[in-house]
């Protein structure tokens, strides 16, 4: 049985080859079926090859251009009934292929393991340490004390209640993040002075404005959740993302949990998870749009993108701006600036690509311009050029 599959490896991708030994043993085929299927999968997969010198960047372009000339623009999607928004349509794919490090709409969607998930008050639970919750949103009131020089700041004490919080947890937090200050207990809440020599109402200000942003608990960037139950299994939609910090929760599903940020999953999980969150993504906003775009065109793009081990975005200062050519770099948005700079650098052009050739009116290497010809000279013969 090995025998028979040793001579297809060269002819036959791994993973293929490895799915035909799985449904032959699982089918119990014979050896001649096996080799029947072998041949078969050999025809499709050459048949599926790309021909020598197909101009694939062409064709994957047009693919993406039609389709997004039918996309609609400033397309928001809201993820149930406390409408977490994010962005699809064509402005998605742009900033996608853009590789813009923020996402207009941060989002994502948190799995929790099967022991979190047995009753709805366990992953509400859950939920409530994943959202950010800064000192503002559990108080009733923020004001400055001219008199006693320091901010005092009531408590709303349902919330409090609500979400179980001490004043001990709240007193560490703020001494924690706000520097140089004292923290005290009071009757309705807490009360901070500064620990400088001379303090302004300026500082006092300041202070009162940089308490109200101190994170009390939960995940910073998070800003709204949402449980919801997809088909058997309980999902927590999240307005913002911190992939990083989530993945580190031990209720979380690391597996199946996902960002809409690329550049996070590329820092946490490495740049194929990128690759294929690139890939994902893409086909989600075409699939909503009920258009048909092959994958394979997709995953071009995907590669593109992330060859060089960082994801770069199609602009002038990623993938187009760090082309091998000088014409090819010229020819995107900037050319004086990139013009100039190969001048004084004394840069060489080989003009091995396709744009570089239709600017200085070459045949292009591609299709039946990419063979080069020779022709056979015949030798003359001596004796008659003698004669």
């Known amino acids: 049985m090995t025998d028979i ?12 080859l490895e799915e035909i030994k799985l449904e032959s043993k699982s089918n119990e085929l014979t050896q001649a079926e096996i080799i029947r299927a072998l041949d078969e999968s050999v025809k499709e997969y050459e048949a599926a090859l790309i021909a020598p010198g197909e101009a694939i960047g062409i064709i994957t372009a047009e693919s993406f251009g039609e389709a997004g000339t039918q996309m609609t623009l400033n397309v928001f999607h809201f993820a149930g009934v406390a409408e977490i928004q994010v962005t699809r349509g064509l402005p998605r794919l742009i900033e996608l292929f853009d590789a813009r490090k923020e996402p207009s709409t941060p989002s994502m969607e948190v799995y929790l393991k ?3 998930t047995a009753n709805e008050k366990t992953i509400r639970r859950v939920a409530s340490f994943i959202k950010e919750m800064k000192l503002q949103e559990i108080s009733s009131e923020i004001s400055l004390n001219i ?16 979400y179980g919080f001490k004043k001990e947890e709240i007193i560490e937090k ?4 706000l520097k140089n200050v004292t923290v005290k207990e009071t009757k309705k809440g807490i009360t901070i002075t500064s620990n ?50 989530v993945l580190n929760m031990k209720e979380v599903e690391s597996k199946l949990t996902t960002t809409n940020n690329i550049f996070e999953i590329s820092s946490s999980l490495g740049i194929e998870a990128a690759r294929q969150a690139i890939i994902n993504e893409a086909l989600s906003v075409i699939e909503n749009q009920g258009l048909d775009i092959n994958i394979r065109h997709v995953m071009f793009l995907a590669d593109i993108m992330t060859q060089t081990g960082v994801v770069r975005g199609i602009t002038r200062g990623g993938i187009s701006g760090e082309k091998e050519s000088v014409l090819a770099r010229a020819s995107f948005e900037t050319p004086i600036n990139h013009l100039i700079d190969a001048s004084l650098t004394g840069e060489l052009d080989n003009l091995k ?15 039946t311009g990419l063979p080069g010809l020779m022709s056979k000279m015949k030798k003359e013969d001596k004796k008659g050029a003698k004669k």
């Open 5 to 16: 599959f040793e001579k297809y490896k060269d002819k036959l991708p791994g993973a293929i």
């Open 114 to 116: 099967p022991e979190f």
């Open 147 to 162: 008199m006693k020089q320091s901010v005092d700041i009531d408590f709303n004490e349902e919330k409090i209640k609500l």
């Open 174 to 177: 703020v001494t924690k993040d």
């Open 196 to 245: 400088s020599e001379e303090v302004n109402l300026s500082m006092l200000y300041k202070i009162k404005e940089n308490a109200k942003s101190v994170l009390i608990r939960g995940i910073s960037k998070i800003t709204q959740v949402l449980p919801k139950k997809e088909d058997s299994k309980y999902v927590i939609l999240c307005a913002g993302s911190n992939l990083k910090e």
């Open 353 to 367: 690509s396709v744009i570089e050739n239709v600017i200085i009116n070459q045949p292009i290497p591609l299709g």
